[in-house]
């Protein structure tokens, strides 16, 4: 089983569109949970935090449920630059692992 | 936030060969690291640069193989040694940033392709 698990996609999905990424993980002792996003050939920008109470910024929608080992990520109202691939992340005492990716496509 | 860049930002090597790919921070940070992403995969960690010691590599990563440097606390350097075809990916460096945070952040990556 991968520590970190994502569907990976794609999503195809319309402008003004809400999407919902999950991710799974095996370490239960994990710690601390991030949302990074990346563009087709660049760096993994930092998305967001994920915290233990759920928290948004603007359209982003990040929550954690520690019990299932569950993390999502959702996007309201998407837009055109939303496009990207958006890497579930998962620490352990700063040992950082990473999904995959689930790569989205808002078209117009 | 800070500014990150790595140098060569590409490029196309000999197997056999070796390359220093730089990463350098704008400001001082306890935390870098080096990941490698091959084409269509996510990261994975190569190793933890440590400031004054040796580096300390994840399993299935080699000193011989990725020697690392870090000689102050905003530069470090990361040689791919002997390269093969496999080796070709995108390497990157991260630091981090706010002291046990965790939350890291990448430099613009250099693609190495191997020929």
């Known amino acids: 089983r991968k520590e970190v698990e994502q569907d990976p996609g794609p999503f195809n999905v319309p402008e003004g569109a809400t999407v919902a990424f999950n991710c799974t993980y095996s370490?239960?002792?994990?710690?601390?949970f991030f949302w990074y996003r990346q563009d087709c050939r660049k760096e993994p920008k930092l998305l967001m935090s994920?915290?233990?109470s759920g928290n948004e910024d603007g359209r982003f929608t990040a929550q954690l449920n520690r019990a299932s080992q569950y993390i999502s990520l959702l996007i309201r109202d998407s837009k055109l630059s939303d496009s990207a691939t958006y890497l579930c992340?998962?620490?352990?005492?700063?040992?950082?692992?990473f999904g995959a990716g689930t790569r989205l496509t808002v078209k117009p | 936030s800070a500014v990150i860049s790595q140098k060569p930002s590409r490029d196309i090597c000999q197997r056999g060969t070796s390359l220093t790919i730089q990463c350098q921070v704008d400001?001082?940070?306890?935390?870098m690291f080096w990941y490698r992403q091959q084409p269509g995969q996510s990261l994975t960690l190569i190793a933890t640069?440590?400031?004054?010691?040796?580096?300390?590599?994840e399993s299935g990563f080699v000193i011989d193989k990725f020697p690392i440097s870090r000689p102050n606390l905003t530069f470090s350097t990361l040689t791919v040694s002997n390269m093969s075809p496999e080796d070709s990916s995108i390497y990157l460096c991260?630091?981090?940033?706010?002291?046990?945070?965790?939350?890291?952040?990448f430099g613009p990556g250099t693609r190495l392709t191997v020929t």
């Open positions: 991260s630091v981090e940033l706010s002291p046990s945070s965790y939350e890291q952040y």
């Open positions: 370490n239960s002792a994990s710690q601390s």
């Open positions: 994920v915290y233990s």
């Open positions: 992340v998962v620490n352990f005492l700063g040992d950082m692992r």
């Open positions: 400001s001082q940070v306890t935390m």
């Open positions: 640069a440590n400031q004054g010691s040796e580096a300390t590599y």
